[in-house]
């Protein structure tokens, strides 16, 4: 509810009590929910989602920050977002990491950037994790994607657009 007026490009949230107080879920539960709705409400407690959630969390070793990065059309919009495109600039993340997450941590990055390779100057000083390293949980050969398949007429389902919810818990 804080944010709600808020137009800043960078926003930080940091947990600071302990489980179970603090679960990474509550953030859009409760009053912010009038303010923040979730795209994904069938499957937000789906058990296969959260067991992709839980290997690729068990993989960085339950040890993680994560950041979200808002680019692709809102970074094309300069009207609404003048400084989005340079704000999250490749040097200009490392520059506002830095500030705030320790060196070589494991960094899960949500992002709608399209270009892989865009957060590379970022491995220089993290072990950075994207969704794409993990497509073997979630790609066209995956038990997600032929129940969600099913489930959705057959279509498949995207979960690019729900990697910056799911898994921004570290």
């Keep these: 509810m804080q944010l709600k007026k808020d137009k800043s490009t960078i926003i930080w949230r940091q947990f600071d009590t302990p489980e179970p107080e603090n679960y990474w879920y509550r953030v859009c539960e409760s009053k912010a929910s009038n303010y923040i709705q979730r ?3 069938s499957l937000y407690k789906s058990k296969r989602l ?3 959630v839980s290997e690729i969390s068990g993989q960085m070793d339950w040890d993680f920050d994560a950041v979200h990065v808002v680019r692709g059309e809102k970074a094309k919009n300069k009207n609404m977002w003048p400084h989005l495109d340079d704000d999250t600039s490749p040097d200009n993340l490392v520059v506002k990491l830095l500030n705030v997450i320790q060196p070589w941590r494991n960094l899960y990055v949500a992002t709608n950037e399209k ?4 957060f590379d100057r970022l491995r220089s000083h993290y072990k950075v994790h994207l969704l794409d ?4 949980l979630w790609g066209n050969t995956s038990e997600w994607y ?4 099913v489930l959705n007429g057959g279509n498949p389902v995207e979960l690019q ?4 919810h799911v898994l921004t818990r570290g």
């Design 146 to 149: 032929n129940e969600t398949r």
């Design 115 to 118: 270009f892989y390779n865009y």
């Design 50 to 52: 959260m067991n992709i």
């Design 161 to 164: 657009r729900w990697d910056k």
């Design 133 to 136: 390293d993990y497509k073997e």
């Design 39 to 41: 795209p994904w409400h």
